[in-house]
């Protein structure tokens, strides 16, 4: 493949933020480049988030996007919580009108992938060392190297979308960014095997042993979660040692009806609260897991992602094609509103639902009066459904 010299865009990471940017920025004829250090098959191999918000959906229909997902996604009207040894429902659609989409993180990026080859977008895999340069300026640049050698990209901006561990946030100044982070004192251990799920919508469960969470990616493929050490590694973890945990912490119908087999893929996944703001550099911008992590258990770092995707194409739109800043000069206080929101909630659904041993008996007490009381009450049930569901733009 020719390597490019300039570009309008330079995107650095090919995970759903950086794809749908670049997919977004050329449907409205602005050029880009995106740069992934690791190669497709790699990028398209990792087993992460599968509930989409209604907005995301809305997102990925409007641009041109959601054929494959509305033919094999599972629309899901609810979730059921499950304490006290039984299950309670909250129904989604009857309290907000809206619904969430069970479709895999790997399947949005299979598609963005698709997409992006049909076009004849340029994304360059295994690109070493990409580093962006003077985005300080009016002449940013991003430089990396491959095989071929030491390559120098010319940009009018640059995006980093290369998650938590990537480059952009890592060189701005420290006296110019502010980060906010929490770090739980547990992980999750999940299990991806080739059975059907056991019920057909999410159930998390507050139990004693643990958190435990039953999802799925398709009807014939489930996901499965515990609450684990953070020091756990996925090989202490027979797969029998797994469902046997998972059965203990889910109500006695599940367990009973819970179909196991072979574990396709098994993994440890720490939880973090985490936002540095802002979210602009000058030229450089923030988006997704770049700038925010949360804790997977509202289901919301997907999400996250495409949203601030959505205000950073708009705004790049208006600045490229209408030579107006006012869309990147309220960028980062527009993603940022939304984040703090979703990182609110992210929170309390994880302190609602898992075990923390450092607050004991009255701890265990007080999840459970708040678990009854969301249940009962409409309000309560109404204010996790929305939240859960895609808060509006
Ligand atoms: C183990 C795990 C499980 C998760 N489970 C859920 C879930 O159940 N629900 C949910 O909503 N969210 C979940 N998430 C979060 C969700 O997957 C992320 O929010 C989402 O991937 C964010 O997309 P992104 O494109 O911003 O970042 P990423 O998907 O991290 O993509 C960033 C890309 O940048 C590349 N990159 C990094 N550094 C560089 C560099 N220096 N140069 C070039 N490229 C670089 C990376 O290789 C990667 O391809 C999970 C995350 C993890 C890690």
């Given at each position: 493949?020719?390597?490019?010299?300039?570009?309008?865009?330079?995107?650095?990471?090919?995970?759903?933020s950086?794809?749908?940017?670049?997919?977004?920025?050329?449907?409205?004829?602005?050029?880009?480049?995106?740069?992934?250090?690791?190669?497709?098959?790699?990028?398209?191999?990792?087993?992460?988030?599968?509930?989409?918000?209604?907005?995301?959906?809305?997102?990925?229909?409007?641009?041109?996007?959601?054929?494959r997902?509305?033919?094999?996604?599972?629309?899901?009207?609810?979730?059921?919580?499950?304490?006290?040894?039984?299950?309670?429902?909250?129904?989604?659609?009857?309290?907000?009108?809206?619904?969430?989409?069970?479709?895999?993180?790997?399947?949005?990026?299979?598609?963005?992938?698709?997409?992006?080859?049909?076009?004849?977008?340029?994304?360059?895999?295994?690109?070493?060392?990409?580093?962006?340069?003077?985005?300080?300026?009016?002449?940013?640049?991003?430089?990396?190297r491959?095989?071929?050698?030491?390559?120098?990209?010319?940009?009018?901006?640059?995006?980093?979308?290369?998650?938590?561990?990537?480059v952009?946030?890592?060189s701005?100044?420290?006296?110019?960014?502010?980060?906010?982070?929490?770090?739980?004192?547990?992980?999750?251990?999940?299990?991806l095997?080739?059975?059907?799920?056991?019920?057909?919508?999410?159930?998390?469960?507050?139990?004693?042993?643990?958190?435990?969470?039953?999802?799925?990616?398709?009807?014939?493929?489930?996901?499965?979660?515990?609450?684990?050490?953070?020091?756990?590694?996925?090989?202490?973890?027979?797969?029998?040692?797994?469902?046997?945990?998972?059965?203990?912490?889910?109500?006695?119908?599940?367990?009973?009806?819970?179909?196991?087999?072979?574990?396709?893929?098994?993994?440890?996944?720490?939880?973090?609260?985490?936002?540095?703001?802002?979210?602009?550099?000058?030229?450089?911008?923030?988006a997704?897991?770049?700038?925010?992590?949360?804790?997977p258990?509202?289901?919301?770092?997907?999400?996250?992602?495409?949203?601030?995707?959505r205000?950073?194409?708009e705004?790049?739109?208006?600045?490229?094609?209408?030579?107006?800043?006012?869309?990147?000069?309220?960028?980062?206080?527009?993603?940022?509103?939304?984040v703090?929101?979703?990182?609110?909630?992210?929170?309390?659904?994880?302190?609602?639902?898992?075990?923390?041993?450092?607050?004991?008996?009255?701890?265990?007490?007080?999840?459970?009066?708040?678990?009854?009381?969301?249940?009962?009450?409409?309000?309560?049930?109404?204010?996790?459904?929305?939240n859960?569901?895609?808060?509006?733009?």
């Amino acid at each position: 493949m020719n390597v490019p010299s300039r570009t309008q865009v330079a995107i650095i990471g090919a995970g759903p933020s950086g794809l749908l940017l670049g997919h977004l920025l050329h449907r409205a004829g602005i050029d880009n480049v995106i740069l992934e250090r690791r190669s497709a098959e790699y990028v398209l191999g990792r087993v992460r988030a599968g509930v989409l918000e209604q907005t995301t959906v809305d997102l990925l229909d409007e641009a041109g996007l959601g054929a494959r997902m509305h033919r094999e996604g599972l629309l899901h009207d609810g979730v059921e919580l499950s304490f006290g040894g039984a299950r309670h429902r909250i129904d989604f659609l009857g309290l907000t009108g809206k619904r969430v989409m069970v479709y895999g993180q790997t399947e949005v990026t299979h598609d963005l992938m698709d997409a992006r080859r049909a076009f004849g977008g340029t994304a360059l895999y295994e690109a070493l060392d990409v580093t962006p340069h003077a985005f300080d300026s009016g002449a940013p640049r991003v430089t990396w190297r491959d095989a071929q050698g030491d390559h120098d990209l010319a940009c009018d901006y640059i995006a980093g979308c290369d998650g938590y561990h990537g480059v952009s946030r890592a060189s701005v100044a420290a006296d110019a960014i502010a980060t906010y982070e929490r770090v739980y004192p547990f992980g999750w251990l999940g299990v991806l095997s080739d059975t059907p799920p056991v019920s057909p919508e999410l159930i998390y469960s507050n139990h004693e042993r643990g958190f435990a969470l039953c999802s799925m990616r398709s009807s014939t493929r489930s996901r499965y979660y515990i609450q684990c050490s953070v020091d756990d590694h996925p090989a202490q973890w027979s797969d029998a040692a797994f469902w046997d945990e998972l059965r203990r912490r889910l109500d006695p119908h599940a367990a009973e009806t819970i179909e196991t087999g072979p574990s396709v893929e098994k993994s440890v996944a720490p939880l973090r609260s985490f936002v540095a703001e802002p979210m602009r550099f000058g030229r450089l911008f923030l988006a997704g897991d770049a700038a925010h992590i949360v804790p997977p258990t509202g289901a919301k770092g997907l999400n996250l992602a495409v949203a601030d995707v959505r205000y950073l194409a708009e705004a790049l739109i208006e600045a490229l094609r209408e030579r107006s800043e006012a869309g990147i000069d309220h960028y980062s206080d527009r993603c940022l509103r939304r984040v703090w929101k979703a990182e609110r909630f992210s929170w309390w659904f994880t302190s609602l639902t898992h075990k923390f041993p450092e607050t004991g008996a009255i701890g265990r007490k007080l999840q459970r009066a708040e678990l009854d009381y969301l249940v009962s009450s409409h309000a309560a049930s109404t204010a996790m459904a929305e939240n859960y569901v895609g808060l509006p733009f």
